[in-house]
């Protein structure tokens, strides 16, 4: 399985932005897919989790929040990240991940926001 994250850019604060990531390959052993971030300087942290019926968990962290959303199109191989009311603590490298027998990564898309 391979995954492809894109969407991401320099925006700033309390703008919008729309990440999707593609998976190929192997794409019939997908299960559940997700977003992680790492911010600069700190360790990667889960953003939110959907499985393949498209049930959506969000980290602690961000579903207080209520500014991301998780969505997945099974026809397209592909999973979005929806970020609404962007802050500058949203700056961070964006990665998506696909279970698959195991857990795979995409290479990340960076996301800098500015006040």
């Known amino acids: 399985v391979q995954l492809q994250a894109s969407g991401g850019g320099s925006v700033m604060a309390g703008g919008s932005l729309r990440l999707s990531c593609a998976a190929s390959g192997t794409t019939q052993s997908i299960g559940a897919m997700g977003w992680h971030r790492q911010a600069p300087g700190k360790g990667r942290e889960l953003v939110a989790v959907i499985s393949s019926q498209g049930s959506a968990h969000y980290s602690d962290s961000v579903k207080t929040e209520g500014r991301f959303t998780i969505s997945r199109d099974n026809a397209k191989n592909t999973i979005y990240l929806r970020i609404n009311d962007l802050k500058s603590e949203d700056t961070a490298v964006y990665y998506c991940?696909?279970?698959?027998?195991?857990?795979?990564w995409g290479q990340g898309t960076l996301v800098t926001v500015s006040s």
């Open positions: 991940n696909a279970f698959a027998e195991r857990l795979h």
